[in-house]
């Protein structure tokens, strides 16, 4: 996602994240809001309710953006918060799969083999970052990172709906797998 997107989305959301720093919310306290959000958002899922499903993987969406932003501003940046944030976030999205996975289950196998494929490549596509950011390598390249999955999942389910949300998963699955191809060609390429 571009650098420029990001600052766009941090803008909108700036007056929020003052809210919650003036009144005492912590960042980890937004991160770890993102669980029972997800398991809402897989039951809904699972129960073929993906309008509300959609809505609320859009504030598990926002906690991830909310709480990197509120760590910046109230100056409680640490690893143990970015530790956190990352497991909360691969757990999140992974609960949010396997909730679509399994209102496909009894419908579609094949539907629910793409939404395990989707969740699958993009914890690839977070893993090599991971790995190779804790060996000193760079690798904030590709397309296809958690915001993108993610507004890509919420067109899905608000906008496609149910008989038309496995494209939207076909589309995460080429995007992370491309993605995670790209990454792992890019960090696994000789350095100058």
């Given at each position: ?50 309008l509300w499903a959609g809505i609320v993987t ?109 494209i939207g998963l076909a589309v995460i699955v ?19």
């Amino acid at each position: 996602m571009k650098k420029e997107t990001k600052e766009q989305g941090r803008r909108i959301l700036r007056p929020v994240i003052r809210l919650f720093a003036s009144i005492g919310i912590s960042p980890n306290a937004v991160t770890l809001a993102a669980l029972p959000l997800s398991v809402g958002a897989a039951i809904l899922y699972a129960r073929g309710f993906f309008l509300w499903a959609g809505i609320v993987t859009a504030l598990v969406g926002l906690c991830d953006t909310i709480d990197g932003e509120l760590s910046r501003l109230t100056g409680k940046l640490s690893s143990t918060g970015a530790i956190l944030d990352s497991t909360v976030d691969r757990l999140s999205e992974g609960i949010i799969f396997v909730g679509v996975g399994w209102y496909y289950f009894s419908i579609n196998h094949f539907f629910t083999l793409i939404a395990m494929l989707a969740l699958l490549f993009s914890f690839m596509v977070s893993y090599v970052r991971a790995r190779a950011e804790g060996t000193g390598r760079d690798c904030q390249v590709g397309f296809f990172e958690r915001p993108v999955r993610v507004m890509m999942l919420l067109f899905s389910a608000i906008i496609l709906g149910k008989s038309y949300l496995p494209i939207g998963l076909a589309v995460i699955v080429a995007g992370t797998l491309a993605t995670f191809i790209y990454r792992l060609a890019y960090v696994l390429r000789p350095r100058g």
